[in-house]
């Protein structure tokens, strides 16, 4: 006989075992559809928990696609002739007037830092948790109004909503699901050894607010750039002042409110975040302030070193981040299909305005002529425009590749570089001049430039551009190829393209620089389980990553004794005060270093017996 295909004679374990196969055989759908039930709820849940406060924030109605300002200024400029505190907002793009900010005294900035001061003392003393809570609520602000974000920074920039999806929304919603998922875990207190004498004693680090942190950031990622800061210095319990440039003061408003209004849905006063914009003198006020305890800055090498010495009277800890002249080096077995695109986005992103931009291509002489030919095919179709005003039709008529230049100051500093480099011998192919838009000819443009066979004797080598501008070199072999890298004082970040990872690595590694991505671009910024910064005069220090957010938090270090009541510190005779013998008191520490740090534990035995004969 035989039962579910068991045959006589098999043993109990047997019979069971395929009994159970054969159940699980014949439910197996009934079982998969339950593991598949049981996974979707947990999910449910799990997210459910995950999710934060809705709060609202209206968009100012300048950023609808739809607005059409009275106003287009003949001679833009955010300066005002008749009041030198007011701050004039225009859309670069198209020279629309946004309105006027005034700029605030430096009696008002430093009201501002102490009213910041005065909510961290409550806010210092909140979780984790309860921080947590406050930056999923800022998350899902931000995805939930992504286009709203994207339009305000375009109106105040000049930018694409591409290059602002990328650079404003995508950055802003990596650094908060990396605080949110690892922050606790990096800021928890850290154990450490406390070495052979000490065994009886327990030593920790602990990461404590500072206190009143500052951000003093750039105009180019309005959002990113000011958010960015606040995530950090809430999260380690810090109340921040954030020092947003003048060139982007109508949508600082905008970014200062949701924040603002983020705590306060959370029920915290949203005093511990404070925006203050204004021009080189509100700057000054914060740098100066004894009651700011940390300042992260974010501009040029000239300016930093002006942020260094107000910081300095008071011995201000500061973290510079100084702009770059990234190069990025193409070897000739790169893959030029998935190359040519990434450094075309590296260069001409945000028309250029990024710190860690592709300012120099590096191109082995192999496929130096090939890469030209394809570059210059590439920049030549590249439209410039508003993205806000565009009119996109199927066939790509009215579609905006590059927007406009936030400052349009720099034009006659771009093309004296450009000029340079072509009276020393470089080849300019494509663009090289500002750009006089039909529809906006009072607007901010200028045009996508390709300027080859460019030298390390050219000036445009050792200027940051920060513009649409792609500089092609030449190199022969890797110790050329980082030659020509280090001929720059910049150090920020980099590229290698090859196929080979050794060389990849091995090239990267030599780079002299604070960020290196291999067969990418600006990815390690995206990474914010990463470290940013950079070397020379890229700057020093670091922001993103668990350096970063340490960096927001004083390091105490702390011991405690493992058993208090068996063993503590004590005090032998021998050196206790007044010293009754100096000889031998001195002998006696002598034979207690040799005991504890002697290499081998022949030459620790005898300083034990050393030890005892000293004390008999």
């Not at 093309?415 to 001049?433: Q, T």
Request: glycine share 8%; hydrophobic share 40%.
């Amino acid at each position: 006989m035989s039962h579910l295909g068991i045959k006589l004679g098999q043993s109990d374990s047997e019979c069971l075992l395929i009994t159970a196969a054969s159940f699980v055989l014949g439910n197996l759908h009934t079982l998969i559809a339950a593991a598949v039930c049981l996974a979707v709820t947990w999910l449910v849940l799990s997210q459910k928990s995950q999710r934060g406060i809705q709060f609202t924030v209206a968009a100012p109605k300048e950023a609808d696609p739809d607005w059409r300002g009275e106003k287009i200024l003949e001679e833009p400029s955010i300066r005002d002739k008749g009041d030198p505190r007011k701050i004039i907002c225009y859309d670069p793009a198209t020279a629309r007037y946004l309105g006027a900010v005034l700029a605030p005294t430096p009696e008002e900035v430093e009201a501002k830092i102490l009213k910041a001061r005065e909510a961290q003392k409550q806010w210092g003393r909140t979780s984790f948790e309860e921080r947590r809570k406050v930056l999923r609520s800022l998350c899902d602000f931000v995805t939930k109004h992504q286009e709203e974000i994207c339009r305000v920074a375009c109106r105040d920039t000049g930018k694409t909503m591409i290059d602002a999806t990328l650079g404003e929304i995508m950055t802003t919603c990596a650094k908060l699901r990396w605080t949110i998922e690892h922050g606790e875990r990096v800021l928890a207190p850290s154990e450490r050894s406390p070495g052979f004498l000490l065994m009886y004693k327990r030593a920790r680090v602990y990461y404590q607010p500072r206190g009143v942190v500052a951000a003093l950031v750039s105009w180019n990622y309005p959002a990113h750039n000011t958010l960015g800061p606040v995530i950090s210095a809430l999260f380690a319990g810090n109340a921040i002042v954030v020092k947003a440039s003048e060139y982007v003061a109508w949508s600082a408003r905008y970014f200062e409110a949701i924040v603002k209004e983020c705590l306060a849905a959370h029920g915290h006063n949203p005093d511990v975040v404070q925006f203050v914009t204004g021009y080189a003198e509100a700057g000054e006020a914060i740098t100066r302030s004894k009651n700011v305890d940390h300042i992260t800055f974010i501009g040029s090498p000239g300016v930093g070193k002006q942020v260094m010495r107000s910081a300095s009277e008071n011995l201000t800890p500061v973290t510079l981040e100084l702009g770059g002249k990234d190069c990025a080096i193409v070897f000739d077995d790169a893959d030029m299909k998935q190359c040519v695109p990434v450094l075309m986005r590296g260069v001409f992103q945000n028309a250029g305005q990024n710190c860690i931009g592709i300012e120099r291509i590096l191109v082995q002489e192999g496929i130096y002529d090939e890469f030209v030919a394809e570059m210059e095919g590439r920049v030549r179709k590249l439209r410039v425009g508003s993205a806000l005003e565009q009119q996109e039709e199927k066939s790509g008529e009215g579609v905006v590749d590059c927007g406009a230049m936030t400052m349009g100051t720099t034009f006659d500093e771009l093309e004296a570089l450009i000029d340079d480099a072509v009276s020393k011998g470089a080849r300019l192919l494509v663009g090289g001049r500002r750009h006089r838009h039909v529809d906006y000819p009072t607007a901010q443009y200028f045009e996508p430039t390709l300027l080859v066979d460019v030298t390390a004797s050219m000036d445009i080598t050792q200027n940051e551009t920060f513009g649409p501008i792609m500089v092609v070199m030449r190199f022969s072999t890797e110790e050329d190829a980082l030659a020509k890298a280090h001929s720059s004082p910049y150090g920020l970040g980099s590229a290698v393209f090859t196929s080979n990872m050794e060389v990849g690595r091995r090239v990267g590694l030599g780079l002299r620089c604070g960020m290196t991505n291999v067969n990418d671009f600006a990815v390690n910024y995206l990474c914010q389980s990463l470290p940013f910064g950079g070397v020379g005069i890229s700057g020093f220090g670091r922001f993103a990553g668990e350096e970063g957010l340490r960096a927001m938090c004083v390091e105490k270090a702390y011991t405690e004794d493992r058993w208090p009541r068996l063993i503590k510190t004590p005090i032998p005779p021998i050196v206790d005060y007044p010293i009754k013998d100096a000889r031998k008191g001195y002998e006696f520490t002598r034979q207690i270093v040799n005991f504890s740090y002697e290499a081998t534990w022949w030459d620790r035995l005898r300083a034990a017996v050393g030890l005892g004969k000293i004390a008999v």
